[in-house]
């Protein structure tokens, strides 16, 4: 196996069991290694750290598979680390019966680069580095060992596949597209998953414990719903008893999406639904000069700052729409708000919803911090999977 040395004093991370070598901390390749091959870590002293996915494309020029240095890559190795992030969702009472469930989440179940989501019996797989492309034929076989799955749809077209030199791939590995579609019911609601098109794998099943949470808040409240994508908030917060819900997306084909879903579930009134085809930044504005007010505002947008270096731009829209959004809460209402993006930490993302109050002539306090749930574990070595993160405001 070729040897990956560092450059004397870059061993600390690796200590910590941080799985990411970045390339500059990297003082030279010993031997040859294609993209994706096993390359074994080694510290400028000779001595061996880690096993690792070599990726000359990426500035994360590596990416830890095991700290084991008896361990080795192998067929056997996938099948053991799939089978025990599947064991660990079944250990959860709260997990264990959902039909949508992230199965593998990367870097935070031992798997770099490997994103298993599934939908009923289809998984849907996304590949993103070197490592885990090379090794998609053991990690499919080990899926679907361990799910007894009937479908398997990838979805690699992620665009951080191009740092990693990777062309986008998607396709049917196993079956292929049910003439029904693919639907989950989440919290007893029923919800289509486009898992071709849809954004991600599909559907964000993150947010799945923080849509629960507005269905318990939303009895006989008024509620408007920014970026809702195919309306898992809006349709929640209807099954919890909400008088109103206007639902706002930019996307058609989201909307489209959202108001069959809704159609999917009779239980639902859909007379209580409004959908704005709009962009939020403006349907803020236009909601407050047309006198509206709601008893729950929620705010989940796309990420705006994939990464610190676009921490600037970023914080500007979220204190935008963040202000905005507090002027349309009615006295003691709730307003739920969102980051997804890397680039934003929890402690500049509560400075920005503080600065939006303040702006907006509002006092509010955070009642609850919101996070992804229990199938998007955070791995204490990597904080840096902590992408989303929530808070939930009550606004006097
Ligand atoms: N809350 C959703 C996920 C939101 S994803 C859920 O629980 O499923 C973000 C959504 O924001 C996407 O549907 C995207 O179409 C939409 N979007 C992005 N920029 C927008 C903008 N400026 N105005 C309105 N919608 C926008």
Known sequence: MSKLILQAGKERSLFKHHPWLFAGSVDQLDGRARPGDTVEVVSSRGEPLARAAYSPHSQIRARVWTFDLTESVDHGFFKRRVAAAVARRQALPELAGQEGLRLIHAESDGLPGVIADRYGDTVVVQLTSAGADKWRGAIIDALQLATGCVR???????????????????????????????????????????VVGGHKTGFYLDQRD????????????????????????????????????????????????????????????????????????????????????????????????????????????????????????????????????????????????????????????????????????VDLAFPEGEYLKGLLVQVD
């Not at 191009?162 to 029923?190: D, F, M, R, S």
């Not at 949470?213 to 809702?228: I, Q, S, T």
């Not at 109050?357 to 998007?376: E, K, M, N, P, T």
Request: proline share 5%.
């Open 152 to 194: 398997i749809f990838e979805r690699s077209d992620s665009e951080v596949r191009k740092l990693e030199g990777l062309e986008p791939t998607t396709g049917w590995l196993l079956g292929e597209a049910p003439p029904e579609g693919i639907h989950i019911v989440e919290n007893g609601v029923t919800m289509t998953v486009d």
């Open 210 to 377: 923080n849509r629960k949470r507005l269905a318990d808040l939303a009895k006989d409240k008024r509620v408007l719903n920014c970026f809702c994508y195919t309306a898992g908030f809006s349709l929640q917060a209807l099954a919890g008893g909400a008088l109103d819900v206007v639902s706002v997306d930019s996307s058609g084909p989201a909307l489209a999406i959202a108001q069959h879903n809704l159609a999917l579930n009779p239980a639902l009134d859909a007379n209580r639904a409004r959908w704005r085809e709009a962009d939020v930044f403006t349907e803020l504005r236009d909601l407050r000069k047309a006198g509206e007010s709601f008893d729950i505002v929620v705010l989940d947008p796309p990420k705006f700052a994939p990464s610190a270096s676009h921490a600037d731009r970023a914080s500007k829209a979220y204190k935008d729409i963040n202000l905005n959004g507090f002027k349309l809460v009615a006295p003691g209402g709730l307003l739920m708000t969102y980051s997804c993006s890397g680039g934003i930490g929890l402690e500049l993302f509560q400075k920005i919803v503080a600065g939006a109050a303040r702006d907006a002539g509002r006092s509010a306090r955070i009642i609850q911090r919101l996070q992804g749930s229990a199938d998007h574990p």
